[in-house]
C-alpha cells in the first residue's frame, strides 16, 4: 500500500507540474528538464518566459504543496494517536490562534528582516504557532502530568483567544486595516514559496520531526489504549507525549510558515490513511505523509489553475473536500466509532 | 522471597484510600482481592502494577523496589488486564497481542522473531488460534478479554494483575476464564492478583483471599479463613450463610437478604 | 415648458439612479436641491450644509478642492490631504463601524459616506441628519460627483472650474496617446506574497487610467476592480510596463529592485528594460480631483514622448526599509 501511495504521489507531482494558469507543453517541460537535470543540450521550443515559469515558480509551488501536505497531514497522525480524539487536527492545540497572532504582528510590526528567505511573516507565525503550543501544555500541566482533555480544552480556549486578539489588534491598528485583504488571504491558507532556500529549511525540520515521530510509532500504539494502560505496557507517558507535541508542533508551525493556515488536509488524511492502512502508526504515518502530500499537490493545483489567471486560497478548496468529510465523520461518530 | 511484596502501603489520589497494606503474593500463587465497591480494591492493583506511587510503605517485586525500576523494566515483569479500557478500532487480534510486546521492541527495527515467537505463544496459550486474523472490534465480549489476557501474557510477566477480569462475561466464560488463569499460573509459575467480586469465583479460584474494607486489608489467607459469615456481613453490610460446596469442599457462600426476595418451603420442616 | 422639461429631466435622473451617479436635480445655485445619492436615497437640502462630517478622505479632499474645508467638523481617521485635512478633529475610524454616538453628538447637517452599511446609515438618518453615499466607479463618476458636491455647497462654480480642469485635462491626455501602440502594462496593487501578486483589474480607477492613458492592461480580462493572480500568469502575459502602487505601503513595500529581482521575472520585457515604476498610489486610485494627475503621470511613464511630466506630482515616498 505505501508503494500505490508513493506511486500516486509521483503522479500528482508530475501532473501537477505539467498544468497550471500557464498552459505548458509537456514536451517542452521534459526537454527544459533534461537540459537543467542532465546537462542535456536541447534546442529551446520554448520561451524563456516559459522555463522561468516552471522552474522558478512552479516547481518550488508544487514542491511545497508536496511538503506542507506531508506536514499537515503527519501533524495530524501524531495529534490524534496523542489526544485519542478523531476530530483532533494538527491546530488543535492552540496552534491556528498562536499562527495567526503571530502572522498578524508580522503584518503589524514592518520588521524588515527575512530568515533564509521567510519574510517576518511566516518566521513569526511559526514562533507563534510554537509559544501557543507550549502556552497549552504549560496551562493543562499540573502535578507533573497533562490529562488529555484539559490538553484539549486548553487548546480550545487558547486559540480562541488568539484569533479574538488578532481580531482585536484589526480594530486598533490602521496597519492592519489597510492589509484586511492580505491578512485573511493568508488566514485562509496559500502556499508561498519563492525561494529554494526556504523550502530546504522547512523539508529538513519536517523530516526530522516526520522520522522523531516514527520512532516513536510503538508509543503511540501503545498510547491508543489509553494512557494507563500505555504506562502499564511501559510507556513513559507524560515524556513520550511532551516529545510528541513538540514534534507535532514543529511540523505545523513549518507547514504553517511556507503555507499559512491550511485546513482540513491534517484531519482527514489520517483518516482515510487509517482505513487503508490500518492504525498501526509504523505504516499510518509515511502512508498518511504521501496521501497528505498527493492531495494537497492537487488541491493547490486547483487553486492555481481553476479560475486563470486568479489564485485561489487553497484553504478554501481543502475546506470543500474537507468539509463534508468532517459531516460524514461525524455522522460516523454517533455510531460508536472508537479511535 | 515473595514475588510480591507490599509493606505498610499506604496509597491514594488526593487523599488516601489504602492505609497501611501489607499483602505478599508467592510465585504460583492466585491471590484474589475481595471487597466491597470503593473499598480500594483497583487502587491496590494500581500500587501493585507501579503506576501508583505508595505514599507511604513500599512495593517490592521479587526483591526490587517498583520505585526504581524504568516503566519498561516493571512492564517486563508486571502486566494488568484491566476492566474497562477503550479498544481502537481496526486492530487485528494479532496486532493487539503484539501491543503486550511495546517493552520488548526496538525503537528502530521494531519486532524480532523473539517477539512474534511470544506473540504466538501468547494467541496459543490463551486458545485464540481461530481468532488471530480477525478485527477485535468483532469480537464478543469473552473473546475480546482472552485477546487483552493473551496480550498481557505476551508481555512475559511474572507477576499478572487482574482487575474484574470476569465482570462483563456469561457464566460459561466466567469460568473458562479464570480456569485459563489458574492453569497457566501452576504452568507457568506466574503470580495473580485478582481483584474479584464474585465471592464464589474467588472461593473456587483463589488460593488466598485478602479481603479489603474501607482501605484496609481486613483479612488475608486461605478462602476458608477469610469467607466466613461474620467477616462478611461486616465487611459487605449483608448477611451470608456459608456451607461447603457439594464437589469442591470450597466455602459455599449463600446470600440471606432480608426484605422482599423470594421464598420457597424447605422441604426439611 | 421648463417645468415639464425638469420633470422630464426628474425622471431621467431618477431612471439613471441604479448606474450609480450622484446627482442634484434643480437649476444650478437653486435651493432647496434635491440630491438622490449613489445608494439610492434622496435627500432634499434647504440650504448649504454648514456641519458636514465626512467618511472617506476622497470625499474630504473634494470638500477642500471646492472651498468648504472649514464647514468639516470631523473626518475619518486616513483623510490627511490636503494637509489642513490632518488637523481636523475629532478623527473617526471607520473600521470595523464608526461610532454613531459620536457622529449625532456632533450635530452635523451632513455625512459624507463612500460605502458604510446601510443599518449604520439608516441610523444616522432617522436622527434626522442626512447622509450621502457617494462611491464613484470611474472617472466620469468622479466628476459627476465633484459637481454634484459643488451645487450642494453652494459653490456650483467652482465645481464646474474643478470638473471642467478635469475632463479638459482628460481630453487633452486621451487625443495624445490616441493613435499611439498601446503598451502592456502590469499595476500591481500588494505583493506581500509575490508569487501571488494582487493586481488591477479592468474595472475600477486603476484599471480605467490605464485604459485611459494610452496602455493595455493585462489583466483586462479579469471580472473585477482586482484579484490574486499566480506570478505564472504574469510572466505570461509578459508586460511592457510594470506600475507599481504598492512602493508606499506600509507592509511589504515594493521597489523596483525588488521586483527584478523575483525568480523567474527577469524575463519579462519590462524587467528587461527597466520599465518599472513606484508611483504613488492615493493619486491613481482616491476619487477627487487629484485623479486626473494620476492620470497624466501614467499616461507620461506610458507615453514619455507623448505627454509630460507632470511636476506637481509628488515623488513617492521611501519605503520603510530603505530608511534604515
Same mark, same amino acid.
Given at each position: 500500500?505505501?508503494?500505490?501511495?508513493?506511486?500516486?504521489?509521483?503522479?500528482?507531482?508530475?501532473?501537477?507540474?505539467?498544468?497550471?494558469?500557464?498552459?505548458?507543453?509537456?514536451?517542452?517541460?521534459?526537454?527544459?528538464?533534461?537540459?537543467?537535470?542532465?546537462?542535456?543540450?536541447?534546442?529551446?521550443?520554448?520561451?524563456?518566459?516559459?522555463?522561468?515559469?516552471?522552474?522558478?515558480?512552479?516547481?518550488?509551488?508544487?514542491?511545497?504543496?508536496?511538503?506542507?501536505?506531508?506536514?499537515?497531514?503527519?501533524?495530524?497522525?501524531?495529534?490524534?494517536?496523542?489526544?485519542?480524539?478523531?476530530?483532533?487536527?494538527?491546530?488543535?492545540?492552540?496552534?491556528?490562534?498562536?499562527?495567526?497572532?503571530?502572522?498578524?504582528?508580522?503584518?503589524?510590526?514592518?520588521?524588515?528582516?527575512?530568515?533564509?528567505?521567510?519574510?517576518?511573516?511566516?518566521?513569526?507565525?511559526?514562533?507563534?504557532?510554537?509559544?501557543?503550543?507550549?502556552?497549552?501544555?504549560?496551562?493543562?500541566?499540573?502535578?507533573?502530568?497533562?490529562?488529555?482533555?484539559?490538553?484539549?480544552?486548553?487548546?480550545?480556549?487558547?486559540?480562541?483567544?488568539?484569533?479574538?486578539?488578532?481580531?482585536?489588534?484589526?480594530?486598533?491598528?490602521?496597519?492592519?486595516?489597510?492589509?484586511?485583504?492580505?491578512?485573511?488571504?493568508?488566514?485562509?491558507?496559500?502556499?508561498?514559496?519563492?525561494?529554494?532556500?526556504?523550502?530546504?529549511?522547512?523539508?529538513?525540520?519536517?523530516?526530522?520531526?516526520?522520522?522523531?515521530?516514527?520512532?516513536?510509532?510503538?508509543?503511540?500504539?501503545?498510547?491508543?489504549?489509553?494512557?494507563?494502560?500505555?504506562?502499564?505496557?511501559?510507556?513513559?507517558?507524560?515524556?513520550?507525549?511532551?516529545?510528541?507535541?513538540?514534534?507535532?508542533?514543529?511540523?505545523?508551525?513549518?507547514?504553517?510558515?511556507?503555507?499559512?493556515?491550511?485546513?482540513?488536509?491534517?484531519?482527514?488524511?489520517?483518516?482515510?490513511?487509517?482505513?487503508?492502512?490500518?492504525?498501526?502508526?509504523?505504516?499510518?504515518?509515511?502512508?498518511?505523509?504521501?496521501?497528505?502530500?498527493?492531495?494537497?499537490?492537487?488541491?493547490?493545483?486547483?487553486?492555481?489553475?481553476?479560475?486563470?489567471?486568479?489564485?485561489?486560497?487553497?484553504?478554501?478548496?481543502?475546506?470543500?473536500?474537507?468539509?463534508?468529510?468532517?459531516?460524514?465523520?461525524?455522522?460516523?461518530?454517533?455510531?460508536?466509532?472508537?479511535? | 522471597?515473595?514475588?510480591?511484596?507490599?509493606?505498610?502501603?499506604?496509597? /491514594?489520589?488526593?487523599?488516601?484510600?489504602?492505609?497501611?497494606?501489607?499483602?505478599?503474593?508467592?510465585?504460583?500463587?492466585?491471590?484474589?482481592?475481595?471487597?466491597?465497591?470503593?473499598?480500594?480494591?483497583?487502587?491496590?492493583?494500581?500500587?501493585?502494577?507501579?503506576?501508583?506511587?505508595?505514599?507511604?510503605?513500599?512495593?517490592?517485586?521479587? /526483591?526490587?523496589?517498583?520505585?526504581?525500576?524504568?516503566?519498561?523494566?516493571?512492564?517486563?515483569?508486571?502486566?494488568?488486564?484491566?476492566?474497562?479500557?477503550?479498544?481502537?478500532?481496526?486492530?487485528?487480534?494479532?496486532?493487539?497481542?503484539?501491543?503486550?510486546?511495546?517493552?520488548?521492541? =526496538?525503537?528502530?527495527? /521494531?519486532?524480532?522473531?523473539?517477539?512474534?515467537?511470544?506473540?504466538?505463544?501468547?494467541?496459543?496459550?490463551?486458545?485464540?488460534?481461530?481468532?488471530?486474523?480477525?478485527?477485535?472490534?468483532?469480537?464478543?465480549?469473552?473473546?475480546?478479554?482472552?485477546?487483552?489476557?493473551? =496480550?498481557?501474557?505476551?508481555?512475559?510477566?511474572?507477576?499478572?494483575?487482574?482487575?474484574?477480569?470476569?465482570?462483563?462475561?456469561?457464566?460459561?466464560?466466567?469460568?473458562?476464564?479464570?480456569?485459563?488463569?489458574?492453569?497457566?499460573?501452576?504452568?507457568?509459575?506466574?503470580?495473580?492478583?485478582?481483584?474479584?467480586?464474585?465471592?464464589?469465583?474467588?472461593?473456587?479460584?483463589?488460593? =488466598?483471599?485478602?479481603?479489603?474494607?474501607?482501605?484496609?486489608?481486613?483479612?488475608?489467607?486461605?478462602?476458608?479463613?477469610?469467607?466466613?459469615?461474620?467477616?462478611?456481613?461486616?465487611?459487605?453490610?449483608?448477611?451470608?450463610?456459608?456451607?461447603?460446596?457439594?464437589?469442591?469442599?470450597?466455602?459455599?457462600?449463600?446470600?440471606?437478604?432480608?426484605?422482599?426476595?423470594?421464598?420457597?418451603?424447605?422441604?426439611?420442616? | 415648458?421648463?417645468?415639464?422639461?425638469?420633470?422630464?429631466?426628474?425622471?431621467?435622473?431618477?431612471?439613471?439612479?441604479?448606474?450609480?451617479?450622484?446627482?442634484?436635480?434643480?437649476?444650478?445655485?437653486?435651493?432647496?436641491?434635491?440630491?438622490?445619492?449613489?445608494?439610492?436615497?434622496?435627500?432634499?437640502?434647504?440650504?448649504?450644509?454648514?456641519?458636514?462630517?465626512?467618511?472617506?478622505?476622497?470625499?474630504?479632499?473634494?470638500?477642500?478642492?471646492?472651498?468648504?474645508?472649514?464647514?468639516?467638523?470631523?473626518?475619518?481617521?486616513?483623510?490627511?490631504?490636503?494637509?489642513?485635512?490632518?488637523?481636523?478633529?475629532?478623527?473617526?475610524?471607520?473600521?470595523?463601524?464608526?461610532?454613531?454616538?459620536?457622529?449625532?453628538?456632533?450635530?452635523?447637517?451632513?455625512?459624507?459616506?463612500?460605502?458604510?452599511?446601510?443599518?449604520?446609515?439608516?441610523?444616522?438618518?432617522?436622527?434626522?441628519?442626512?447622509?450621502?453615499?457617494?462611491?464613484?466607479?470611474?472617472?466620469?463618476?468622479?466628476?459627476?460627483?465633484?459637481?454634484?458636491?459643488?451645487?450642494?455647497?453652494?459653490?456650483?462654480?467652482?465645481?464646474?472650474?474643478?470638473?471642467?480642469?478635469?475632463?479638459?485635462?482628460?481630453?487633452?491626455?486621451?487625443?495624445?496617446?490616441?493613435?499611439?501602440?498601446?503598451?502592456?502594462?502590469?499595476?500591481?496593487?500588494?505583493?506581500?506574497?509575490?508569487?501571488?501578486?494582487?493586481?488591477?483589474?479592468?474595472?475600477?480607477?486603476?484599471?480605467?487610467?490605464?485604459?485611459?492613458?494610452?496602455?493595455?492592461?493585462?489583466?483586462?480580462?479579469?471580472?473585477?476592480?482586482?484579484?490574486?493572480?499566480?506570478?505564472?500568469?504574469?510572466?505570461?502575459?509578459?508586460?511592457?510596463?510594470?506600475?507599481?502602487?504598492?512602493?508606499?505601503?506600509?507592509?511589504?513595500?515594493?521597489?523596483?529592485?525588488?521586483?527584478?529581482?523575483?525568480?523567474?521575472?527577469?524575463?519579462?520585457?519590462?524587467?528587461?528594460?527597466?520599465?518599472?515604476?513606484?508611483?504613488?498610489?492615493?493619486?491613481?486610485?482616491?476619487?477627487?480631483?487629484?485623479?486626473?494627475?494620476?492620470?497624466?503621470?501614467?499616461?507620461?511613464?506610458?507615453?514619455?514622448?507623448?505627454?509630460?511630466?507632470?511636476?506637481?506630482?509628488?515623488?513617492?515616498?521611501?519605503?520603510?526599509?530603505?530608511?534604515?
Amino acid at each position: 500500500m505505501l508503494g500505490v501511495l508513493a506511486v500516486v504521489l509521483a503522479g500528482s507531482l508530475l501532473f501537477a507540474a505539467a498544468f497550471g494558469a500557464v498552459a505548458l507543453r509537456p514536451d517542452d517541460l521534459l526537454r527544459m528538464t533534461a537540459n537543467h537535470l542532465l546537462g542535456a543540450h536541447f534546442a529551446a521550443t520554448w520561451r524563456p518566459q516559459d522555463e522561468a515559469i516552471f522552474f522558478a515558480i512552479r516547481l518550488p509551488r508544487v514542491a511545497g504543496a508536496a511538503v506542507v501536505g506531508a506536514a499537515l497531514a503527519s501533524a495530524g497522525v501524531l495529534f490524534q494517536g496523542l489526544l485519542r480524539n478523531p476530530l483532533a487536527d494538527p491546530y488543535a492545540l492552540g496552534v491556528s490562534g498562536g499562527a495567526a497572532l503571530g502572522g498578524a504582528l508580522g503584518f503589524l510590526l514592518s520588521l524588515s528582516f527575512t530568515f533564509l528567505g521567510f519574510s517576518p511573516v511566516p518566521v513569526l507565525a511559526f514562533v507563534g504557532a510554537l509559544l501557543a503550543m507550549s502556552l497549552v501544555y504549560a496551562l493543562a500541566r499540573s502535578g507533573g502530568r497533562a490529562p488529555i482533555v484539559t490538553l484539549l480544552l486548553a487548546g480550545f480556549a487558547v486559540s480562541a483567544i488568539m484569533g479574538y486578539a488578532v481580531s482585536f489588534l484589526l480594530i486598533l491598528n490602521d496597519r492592519l486595516q489597510l492589509n484586511l485583504p492580505r491578512v485573511y488571504g493568508w488566514l485562509l491558507g496559500g502556499i508561498s514559496v519563492t525561494q529554494w532556500s526556504q523550502l530546504v529549511l522547512a523539508m529538513v525540520m519536517i523530516a526530522a520531526a516526520m522520522a522523531g515521530g516514527w520512532l516513536l510509532r510503538h508509543s503511540l500504539d501503545a498510547l491508543s489504549l489509553g494512557e494507563e494502560s500505555a504506562q502499564q505496557l511501559g510507556v513513559a507517558v507524560e515524556s513520550d507525549k511532551r516529545i510528541v507535541i513538540l514534534l507535532g508542533s514543529i511540523l505545523t508551525g513549518a507547514a504553517v510558515a511556507l503555507g499559512g493556515l491550511i485546513g482540513f488536509v491534517g484531519l482527514f488524511a489520517p483518516h482515510v490513511t487509517r482505513v487503508l492502512v490500518g492504525p498501526r502508526h509504523g505504516l499510518l504515518l509515511p502512508a498518511a505523509a504521501l496521501l497528505g502530500a498527493a492531495f494537497l499537490v492537487l488541491a493547490d493545483l486547483l487553486a492555481r489553475s481553476i479560475l486563470p489567471p486568479t489564485e485561489i486560497p487553497v484553504g478554501i478548496l481543502t475546506a470543500f473536500v474537507g468539509g463534508p468529510f468532517f459531516l460524514w465523520l461525524l455522522r460516523r461518530e454517533r455510531r460508536d466509532y472508537r479511535l | 522471597m515473595s514475588r510480591l511484596d507490599l509493606r505498610a502501603v499506604s496509597a /491514594g489520589y488526593v487523599q488516601p484510600v489504602l492505609h497501611d497494606i501489607s499483602l505478599a503474593a508467592e510465585a504460583g500463587e492466585v491471590v484474589a482481592l475481595i471487597g466491597p465497591n470503593g473499598a480500594g480494591k483497583s487502587t491496590l492493583l494500581r500500587v501493585a502494577a507501579g503506576v501508583l506511587r505508595p505514599l507511604s510503605g513500599q512495593a517490592w517485586i521479587d /526483591g526490587v523496589d517498583l520505585a526504581a525500576l524504568s516503566p519498561k523494566q516493571r512492564a517486563q515483569r508486571i502486566a494488568v488486564v484491566p476492566q474497562d479500557a477503550p479498544l481502537p478500532t481496526g486492530l487485528f487480534v494479532r496486532e493487539m497481542v503484539g501491543l503486550g510486546r511495546t517493552p520488548y521492541v =526496538r525503537t528502530l527495527f /521494531g519486532a524480532s522473531a523473539k517477539d512474534r515467537a511470544a506473540v504466538e505463544w501468547a494467541i496459543s496459550v490463551a486458545g485464540i488460534e481461530p481468532l488471530a486474523d480477525r478485527f477485535v472490534d468483532e469480537l464478543s465480549g469473552g473473546e475480546r478479554q482472552r485477546v487483552i489476557l493473551a =496480550r498481557a501474557l505476551a508481555q512475559q510477566p511474572q507477576l499478572l494483575l487482574l482487575d474484574e477480569p470476569t465482570a462483563n462475561l456469561d457464566l460459561h466464560h466466567q469460568v473458562a476464564m479464570l480456569e485459563l488463569v489458574r492453569g497457566l499460573t501452576r504452568e507457568q509459575d506466574l503470580t495473580v492478583l485478582a481483584a474479584v467480586h464474585d465471592l464464589q469465583l474467588a472461593a473456587l479460584y483463589c488460593d =488466598r483471599a485478602a479481603l479489603l474494607h474501607e482501605g484496609r486489608l481486613v483479612s488475608c489467607g486461605a478462602p476458608e479463613a477469610v469467607l466466613t459469615a461474620p467477616l462478611l456481613e461486616r465487611t459487605f453490610g449483608q448477611r451470608v450463610v456459608l456451607s461447603a460446596h457439594p464437589t469442591h469442599g470450597v466455602p459455599l457462600v449463600a446470600l440471606v437478604p432480608n426484605g422482599n426476595a423470594r421464598r420457597v418451603p424447605s422441604r426439611e420442616t | 415648458m421648463l417645468s415639464a422639461l425638469s420633470r422630464s429631466l426628474a425622471v431621467l435622473t431618477l431612471a439613471l439612479a441604479p448606474l450609480g451617479h450622484a446627482h442634484a436635480q434643480s437649476n444650478p445655485g437653486d435651493f432647496p436641491l434635491t440630491i438622490t445619492d449613489d445608494g439610492g436615497t434622496t435627500t432634499t437640502f434647504a440650504a448649504p450644509p454648514q456641519r458636514v462630517i465626512s467618511l472617506n478622505p476622497g470625499l474630504t479632499e473634494i470638500t477642500f478642492a471646492l472651498g468648504h474645508g472649514d464647514a468639516l467638523v470631523a473626518v475619518d481617521s486616513y483623510s490627511d490631504y490636503p494637509p489642513e485635512a490632518k488637523d481636523i478633529q475629532p478623527r473617526l475610524n471607520t473600521y470595523p463601524d464608526p461610532s454613531i454616538e459620536t457622529i449625532v453628538s456632533l450635530h452635523p447637517d451632513l455625512v459624507l459616506s463612500l460605502a458604510d452599511r446601510d443599518e449604520d446609515l439608516a441610523l444616522i438618518r432617522q436622527q434626522g441628519i442626512p447622509v450621502l453615499k457617494l462611491f464613484p466607479k470611474n472617472f466620469d463618476a468622479a466628476v459627476q460627483t465633484i459637481r454634484t458636491l459643488g451645487q450642494l455647497y453652494g459653490s456650483p462654480d467652482a465645481g464646474d472650474a474643478v470638473a471642467t480642469d478635469m475632463t479638459t485635462r482628460r481630453d487633452a491626455v486621451l487625443a495624445a496617446v490616441a493613435d499611439a501602440p498601446r503598451p502592456r502594462v502590469y499595476e500591481e496593487l500588494d505583493a506581500s506574497e509575490p508569487d501571488k501578486p494582487f493586481v488591477a483589474g479592468p474595472n475600477g480607477f486603476y484599471g480605467q487610467l490605464i485604459d485611459l492613458a494610452g496602455g493595455t492592461n493585462i489583466f483586462g480580462d479579469l471580472p473585477g476592480d482586482s484579484a490574486q493572480v499566480g506570478a505564472e500568469s504574469v510572466i505570461q502575459r509578459d508586460p511592457e510596463v510594470i506600475i507599481l502602487t504598492d512602493a508606499d505601503l506600509p507592509f511589504n513595500p515594493q521597489t523596483p529592485d525588488m521586483v527584478a529581482a523575483r525568480p523567474g521575472w527577469s524575463t519579462i520585457t519590462a524587467v528587461r528594460n527597466s520599465a518599472i515604476y513606484a508611483v504613488p498610489g492615493e493619486l491613481y486610485s482616491t476619487p477627487g480631483p487629484r485623479l486626473v494627475e494620476g492620470l497624466e503621470d501614467l499616461a507620461h511613464l506610458l507615453h514619455p514622448d507623448l505627454v509630460p511630466a507632470n511636476t506637481a506630482v509628488q515623488p513617492v515616498r521611501m519605503p520603510l526599509v530603505a530608511l534604515r
